[in-house]
């Protein structure tokens, strides 16, 4: 099993920033990336970010060139920064584990909010 605790959500004006943590505990070695999903009301749950043990990166279209996901495998966490940040990237942001083989392991899920 992989528990994950995220942290870093919140309320933020258009054009602004934020930073999102995700720690990694438990069966960690079953990884083979980390990432990123989000889900608005109404809407499916969608990528966000995702990289890979080996360092590849995927991103979704609509954050590309605002979005930076990075890791820190020693502290086994998975951040995502957030810049210029849109009122349509309001959603719940949950962290996500891919093991070799079975379900993916999701977070407790954050709210980012992006009003004036």
């Known amino acids: 099993q992989v528990q994950l605790v995220e942290s870093g959500g919140g309320l933020v004006h258009p054009g602004g920033s934020l930073r999102l943590s995700c720690a990694a505990s438990?069966?960690?070695?079953?990884?083979?990336?980390m990432g990123w999903y989000r889900q608005a009301p109404g809407k499916q749950r969608e990528l966000v970010a995702e990289?890979?043990?080996?360092?590849?990166?995927n991103y979704a279209d609509s954050v590309k060139g605002r979005f930076t996901i990075s890791r820190d495998r020693a502290k086994n966490t998975v951040y995502l920064q957030m810049n210029v940040l849109k009122p349509e990237d309001t959603a719940v942001y949950y962290c996500?584990?891919?093991?070799?083989?079975?379900?993916?392991?999701w977070g407790q899920g954050t709210q980012v909010t992006v009003s004036s």
């Open positions: 438990g069966s960690i070695f079953r990884l083979t990336a």
């Open positions: 990289m890979t043990n080996g360092g590849n990166t």
């Open positions: 996500s584990a891919r093991p070799t083989m079975g379900n993916i392991y």
